[in-house]
């Protein structure tokens, strides 16, 4: 039986990858925390085979001093970080002193599935509104100045190039190319309209996302 399970142990050191722990994982850890931790198990492995009062007090010293030097080492590393710490730092010991915060999702009452929850926002931030009724009959504003290319050109530059597209699927780095290449294809499809003073309903929609953003209240 001890054969093979020597062999079982040996099959598994042969094949199994030994893990590498960063030295960034702990790095309040020094050689004397490695000749305690040692010492320590040395001592509660002796303990669990000679089972006497003397044997169970040594265990019991060598894992309260090895605790307690953990504890030592990690306030002399915290205190040496605080003491050397710069601007760029403060955010790294923001996060080791509360920790990560843990991504929760968001909750709203009478929603428990992402369709309800779907629309209880759209009835909140979009509430349906009367149908609006236009104008039969379009006529030219006098005083609307006209559009230009380079006022669309601004409005495009305002417009991140990996925002999510609307409805129709493009994104605003497609427009801004095609109004690099071609100014006048926007300038023909955009001038009628200001110049009428008539906002389509096909550019009224949108996609609106609702994302929980990591490190703060839901």
Not at 175 to 184: D, F, G, T
């Amino acid at each position: 039986m001890s054969e093979s399970l020597n062999r079982l142990v040996a099959l598994l050191k042969e094949h199994t990858p030994l893990s590498r722990p960063s030295h960034y994982s702990k790095p309040w850890w020094t050689p004397h925390l490695t000749v305690l931790r040692r010492e320590h198990h040395k001592a509660d492995r002796a303990a669990r085979k000679h089972d006497t009062p003397h044997m169970r007090e040594v265990a019991g010293t060598s894992k309260s001093g090895y605790f307690k030097a953990i504890k030592a080492a990690k306030n002399k590393h915290w205190s040496s970080f605080l003491l050397t710490a710069t601007p760029q730092s403060l955010w790294t010991a923001k996060r080791f002193a509360y920790g990560r915060a843990q991504p929760r999702f968001p909750s709203l009452p009478g929603a428990e599935t992402p369709q309800q929850m779907n629309n209880v926002l759209l009835d909140h931030f979009f509430p349906p509104k009367e149908p609006f009724s236009p104008s039969p009959r379009l006529r030219p504003h006098k005083s609307a100045p006209p559009l230009t290319t380079d006022e669309i050109a601004a409005a495009l530059s305002k417009c991140s190039p990996t925002s999510a597209p609307g409805p129709d699927g493009i994104p605003y780095s497609t427009w801004q190319q095609v109004n690099k290449i071609n100014p006048s294809i926007l300038l023909q499809i955009l001038a009628p309209l200001v110049r009428l003073g008539y906002h389509p309903a096909s550019l009224k929609g949108s996609n609106g996302v609702v994302l929980d953003k990591p490190g703060k209240p839901s």
